[in-house]
Structure formats: structure tokens, C-alpha cells
């Protein structure tokens, strides 16, 4: 083997195992306070992922799960449906739901308010009542935000009601990036919920329910577990009235809620057993949050944290860490070989070799393990924390430095007790009789021999 690929691979491998050893550490938490000397800022790295994979097309989502369509209530709708108040015409919420249920849908999440009546004082106005009557008689499950609709306990309404906590999840900087995860006795996620629902659970069977807490853990070995999945956030287009166009999640569909009502949506069997969300995005300053890759409304995040799960569930299930592992190895072989190759042979002899060789190690390991975090995030979903190996790198080779250094000292050590001491000259004694040089002698200055 070459001397170059070998000592790529050999430091390869070692950087693999120190991943392994760091990643441990870091998700155990074993060093206590101390593991802040090793903390690496997780949300950069995986916020470039974020961003690169934002305007790219997705893969399918998961064989047999609906189309998700998207009803959003646009500044069109608002105008034309409920140009009064703030809250949407709560009558206009009653023939929405009655004409949804002609599409037998897997499940309905509506992202807004309906807790309280619209009249001050608590009075329920006709298109409260509207929508009282409507949910009474609904055959289809209704994911729903509070814990009651107009002052009343979903319970009470009808059991296709169910709660679900559509709170946007905050990172400490203020930006939303995960799903939440499922916390026995509360409410279910938003998005879990609905996911839960295309794919055939049943929100009153326990064990389905159960199901569905489980596959909202979030991922797996080692670096971003604990509050659950990761959203893949990929931009929702929005097209001119008229205009139809594709989305980057293939199962998902955007229309206003208005084109809707006004027959948008044909009815045929494959627009039958469809997810719905229902949502505002007007005006955008309403209900906007802060992401990786700009300010969202919250409908759109629910919507890219649904199509996240529907497309690539859960993490466990789609990749195991010995191919991530692989990527690491390849990633870092890659990079140790190009920056070995110009080195140690094109800079065999420069005085720039030691400059270059610390300038490209890191740099060529970053974006070769870059690109393949993207590649992961497309295919499986997966945000690898490429900083952490390039972390292991460095600790890697502050250790090898570290043992290279004392390996000379001790070399010079060896050769400065090996040296003549300053002062002491050697003497050759020519044996006549024997007519062969003898030993030499050590002899002091100013001193004769006394042979």
C-alpha cells in the first residue's frame, strides 16, 4: 500500500473512533459540567444543512400515505369570506368542514382559534351556532388547537374531537426547528397527530395511540436527540389564482380556502381519504416564527414538520449510525488523501508544507462531510452534525502531536547523554605490541596521559 493511502487510512479510522468517543460523551452527559470544554454549536452546522436542502425537491413520501392538502386562509379568502373582524367567519368555518367531509378525509387539523364565541361577553352569534351544529354531526377525526370550541369541552361536542398542542416549539436563540416530542398525558403534536392519522391510527385505540408516541421521540444514536424529529423545512410555493404548479414535497397541495369552497377541489377516488390543514397565512405578520431559513408562518411550519414525518419517518427506521459512520470514514479518507497527496508529494520539499497541510486538512474534511450531510438530510432525513467529526479531528491531532513532540524530546534526550560532555577530547593509544589501535581514552585538558 502506498505510504500516502496508508497513513489517510490509518488517521481516517482513528478519527471515526474518536467520533464515536466524542458523540458519546457529549450525549451522556458523563463529564457533568466539565462536557461545556467540549460543547460544539450544534444549530450552525445543522442550520447550512437547513438552508441547502430548503429550495430542493423532496422524495416521495411514504407508499399508501395521503395527499396532504393545504387550505390556507390567504388575504383573497379573509377579503372575500370574513371582510369583518379579525377571527374567520365562523359560519364560513361551518360550510368548510360540511363540504370537507364529502372527500371522507383521514383527518382535518385547523390551526385557529375557535375557544371562545365571537361576541364579546361570551354571546354565540349565528355562525357560531353554525359551527356548534356542524361539529356535532361530524364523521371524520378533527385535530383542533384548544381544549374546547366556543366555551365548550370537545368531549361534550363529539368524540371526533381531539386536542393536539400546536404550539411552535423555540430553540434558546428563538428559532423553530423540531417537532416536539409526544409527553404521556398530554396532548399529541400537531404534526404527529395528523401523521398518525394518514397513517391509520386510531387517536382512542390505546395501543395506537401508544404507537404514535413512541415514532415522536425523535432521532436516534447520538447527536440530535431529545426533544423530538428535526423539521426538513422545504419552501411552500404559492402560485397566481389560475395558476396551478408543483410543490418540493410531492404530496403536498396549496389552495386557498376560497377556491376550495368554490369547487377547486374535483371529487374523484383519488381525492378521497385526504389530509387537510387549515390555517392563515394572512397577514403575515399574524402568526409568524423565526426558522433556519426565515420567518414562517405557522401553518407552514406544521405543514413542513407533517411532510418531514410522511416522508421520511422516523430516523430509526430509515438509517442506522453504521452508515453514517461510513460516510465519516469516506468523508475524512477523502479529504486526508488529497491534503497527503499535495503534502507530501507536490510540497515534499516546500517550506509551505506544514502551512498547507494544517490549512486543507480541516477545510477539505468540512465541505467533503458538508455535501454528504446534505445528501443524508435529502434521502433519509438525518441532520449529521459535521462539526462534531471535524471537532474529533482536532482533538485527534492535538493528541498526535502531543506524543510526536515527547517521542523527540525523548529522542534528543537520548543523543544529548549519548554526547561527548563539553570540555573532554578522545585520545587514540597506538598498542605497538599488538600493532592495533587500542581504546581510546578520555583524557582531561592539561593533563597527560600517563602511558
Known sequence: ???????????????????????????????????????????????????????????????????????????????????????????????????????????????????????????????????????????????????????ISLAQINSKLYPVAAQILYDSDGQARWIPSAQRGEPLPAALAAFCLGMGRDLKNPADLETCRRSGQGAGPGLTGGVGERIVFREIRRYPPGLDGSQLWPGLLVMPVLDFLTGGLAHTPQTQGLLFLIGRTYPAEADAHFTPVGALQGIDIHANALMTLATYGHFSDRMSLLPILGFVLLGFFLALLLTY?????????SCFRSLVGGLLEGALAIWLLFFAGVWIVQHFG???????????????????????????????????????????????????????????????PGRASQD
Open 341 to 349: 497527496f499535495i503534502t507530501d508529494g507536490l510540497l515534499r520539499v
Open 1 to 151: 500500500m502506498h505510504p500516502i493511502v496508508r497513513k489517510a487510512l490509518e488517521r481516517s479510522v482513528l478519527v471515526a473512533l474518536s467520533y464515536l468517543i466524542l458523540s458519546y460523551v457529549l450525549s451522556s452527559g458523563i463529564l457533568g459540567p466539565f462536557s461545556i470544554f467540549l460543547k460544539v454549536n450544534q444549530n450552525g452546522p445543522l442550520d447550512q444543512l437547513t438552508r441547502a436542502v430548503y429550495p430542493t425537491a423532496s422524495p416521495q413520501a411514504a407508499r399508501g400515505f395521503p395527499l396532504v392538502v393545504l387550505l390556507e386562509l390567504d388575504q383573497r379568502s379573509l377579503e372575500r369570506l370574513s371582510p369583518r373582524g379579525y377571527l374567520f367567519h365562523r359560519g364560513e368555518m361551518a360550510r368548510l368542514l360540511e363540504q370537507l367531509g364529502s372527500y371522507q378525509p383521514a383527518g382535518v387539523l385547523v390551526d385557529l382559534d375557535l375557544s371562545e364565541p365571537s361576541n364579546e361577553g361570551g354571546e354565540r352569534s349565528k355562525g357560531d351556532q353554525a359551527l356548534l351544529a356542524t361539529l356535532k354531526k361530524l364523521d371524520y377525526p378533527l385535530l383542533l388547537p384548544d381544549p374546547q370550541v366556543l366555551g
Open 382 to 444: 438525518y441532520f449529521l452534525d459535521y462539526a462534531i467529526p471535524v471537532a474529533a479531528f482536532s482533538l485527534l491531532m492535538l493528541v498526535l502531536k502531543v506524543v510526536q513532540d515527547g517521542r523527540r524530546l525523548a529522542q534528543e534526550g537520548r543523543q544529548e547523554a549519548s554526547a561527548p560532555r563539553e570540555g573532554e577530547k578522545h585520545e587514540t593509544v597506538v598498542d605497538g605490541s599488538h600493532d592495533k589501535l587500542a581504546e581510546p581514552k578520555l583524557t582531561e
